[in-house]
């Protein structure tokens, strides 16, 4: 059982409120138990660099340290803190002005020391990189070595000139698509999760679902959510409108099949009124994006989105937003497959960890802490005591967990990245043509007409970002 201090709200600058960071303290048992994996997999507390430091951590959200009662602590920090005397001051900012606010510190003297790694909305590379605002981080960390070795792969995404811009510490999945079984059930459909387990959670399946379903009369829309579009179209396809190959040079997927497929059923879906709208508003999402609005009340099938931001919450908001989770109403499945394609399922792999900051004056650190979540993604024991905090704080049923372990093990067999989110202005507002039109418009341009009309652009801002990339390869600026 977690025991807790109060949460205590701090006035700071303006008038503006500044969260202040709580205790959570797991129990003896699984604290000791921690200690101990700890021990066997990590260097000694007395001599490990970074110890007894504190990491400047730059970012517009805090995953590490805990604000509520209702929250679980991460294990990887507990160690950082309990292990190695370590701790982290948070450096707020915001998701629109990360970048801004970072070349501010840098220019002052004043870096940070770290922020987090990523891709699509939590990208800071390839551009901010090429820009002097991070720094290679393989002083710090060997990717040969046991405990990183297998994420070597993936922090080959993150190489310019011939070093690796991010901490990798594990891979995980991004889209998902949770919904309620109740919900499910009086519509007469197949669960997702078993027809996952059959091998028959098909795109057909799912387009022929959310077509029954909706009835805009009825304010009874299939989906809703930021994702619809990518998840579908690149997520699940396997195949991306941007990719890099193995020399780390950008090309274009958009004369794919596959794709075609894909965003041609995205613009029958909106077409038939499938997709959440306000009018003639398809930017709009119910109740301010609020992830999950209408699933309960069984006026949306499927909110597509991502566990953490999504559905990893305290129970009262799960049972207010998703359904009853102690009841057994709420659950997901992985993202339906083509049913024409290589028969494999395909989730979006999101990366965890840290890229280190230009000019950090704590660097060890930063390792250090990343070295601790690396150790509780590998020991049995810590994955275990992750598990039953899930279970025992969100009430997660066995069944949520085995889909997670399910969902993983996905993106841990054909892992696949996004490549946008920090990319020249240029190419990344081609890029989001494509991602939201069909959608956004309300289905105005056919797939055809966008790719006609955009594709030679694309191409052009494509070879611009490789000739970047070349320059800086060959001499570290751009």
Partial sequence: MALAAMMVLAVVGCGKEKRQPIKLTLSTEDSEAILRAAGIMLPDAESAPGANTVVKYFS??????????????????????????????????????????????????????????????????????IKGQYQPVDQWIDYTDPLWADMADAAEYFTLGGGHFSIVTDLTYKDVVPYNRRVIEEWGFDDPAELYANDEWTWDVFYEMCMEFSDPDEDRYALDGWYVVNSIVEESSGVYLLDKDENGKFFSNLDSTIIEFAQNMIYDLVKNECCYHEGTNYWANRNQAQYGAGVKDGLC??????????????????????????????????????????????????????????????????????????????????VDIDKKQLREVYKWSDEMLEMHDTCNQIVADNPKMFYTGNLPQGLQDVYNTFDWNIRRSGATSTWAQLKESNQER???????????????????TV
Avoid: H
């Avoid at 694309?458 to 570290?476: K, P, R, S, V």
């Fill in 60 to 129: 517009w959200v805090d995953y590490l340290q805990n604000y509520s009662e209702d929250e679980i602590v991460n294990t990887g920090y507990f160690t950082f803190q309990e292990k190695y005397g370590g701790s982290i001051e948070w450096i707020e900012t915001t998701y629109e002005d990360k970048s801004n606010d970072l070349a501010n510190l840098l220019l002052a003297g004043t870096p940070p020391d770290c922020t987090l790694t990523g891709t699509s909305n939590f990208a800071v590379f390839p551009m901010d990189c």
């Fill in 301 to 382: 099938l499927f909110w597509i989105c991502d566990r953490d931001d999504g559905f990893r919450l305290p129970v009262e908001e799960m049972n207010n937003i998703w359904g009853d989770i102690e009841a057994g109403e709420f659950m997901f499945a992985p993202l339906p497959r083509y049913q024409d394609g290589d028969g494999i399922y395909y989730l979006n792999a999101m990366p965890k960890g840290y890229m280190i900051c230009k000019g950090a004056t704590n660097p060890e650190g930063v390792a250090l802490l990343a070295s601790c979540e690396r150790f509780k993604i590998l020991d049995p024991t810590v």
């Fill in 458 to 476: 694309f191409d052009y801002y494509i070879d611009e970002l490789n000739a970047m990339i070349e320059e800086y390869n060959a001499g570290g």
